[in-house]
């Protein structure tokens, strides 16, 4: 079993940053690539940033040049680093990893971000 915690989340004003962080748990060794989505309110869940286990990476639009996954294996830890935050990536943001051999998704609880204009 995996087990996925975000934390970082907040209130910011636009313009602030903030970095969230996904410690992984459990086996570990099952994980293969790692994701951060979004969904906020009213609206469908759509990806943000997504890194590979090589270590590609992939961004939404909306967030380019703005957000930056990292992936710490020796921490098992996942990074989203958000600048320039604007009042629209006010969100509830999911860590999601994705395992070897099953392929099944494992997904965090989730945590929450505001950005005020």
């Known amino acids: 079993q995996v087990q996925l915690v975000e934390s970082g989340g907040g209130l910011v004003q636009a313009g602030g940053s903030l970095r969230l962080s996904c410690a992984a748990s459990g086996n570990i060794a099952s994980i293969n690539h790692m994701g951060w989505y979004r969904q906020a309110p009213g609206k469908q869940r759509e990806l943000v940033a997504h890194?590979?286990?090589?270590?590609?990476?992939n961004y939404a639009d909306s967030v380019k040049g703005r957000f930056t996954i990292s992936r710490d294996n020796a921490k098992n830890t996942v990074y989203l680093q958000m600048n320039s935050l604007k009042p629209e990536d006010t969100a509830v943001y999911y860590c999601?990893?994705?395992?070897?051999?099953?392929?099944?998704?494992?997904w965090g609880q989730g945590t929450l971000v505001t950005v005020s204009s």
């Open positions: 999601k990893a994705d395992l070897k051999v099953t392929l099944w998704e494992v």
């Open positions: 890194i590979t286990s090589g270590g590609s990476t």
